[in-house]
């Protein structure tokens, strides 16, 4: 999980990447990597959850039009 105190830490690093040590770009590197990785992931569920819905949606639709004549 990501707490506060990294993600200011991060952000010191970038706000001012040019004066900190490798040990640091690189902590904030990793950050960055894992977060990005956890968001695309989230990214792709969410994409699959849209479409199933989409799917189920249009199911519906087709039969309540059926049923209605519309």
Do not use: G, P
């Amino acid at each position: 999980m990501i707490d506060k105190e990294n993600i200011q830490k991060v952000s010191n690093i970038i706000s001012d990447y040019k004066s900190h040590s490798n040990k640091d770009l690189m902590f904030a590197m990793d950050f960055i990597q894992t977060d990005f990785n956890f968001t695309k992931d989230k990214i792709v569920e969410l994409t699959n959850h849209l479409d199933k819905l989409e799917v189920s949606y249009k199911k519906l639709l087709d039969e309540y039009k059926k049923r209605t004549n519309t």
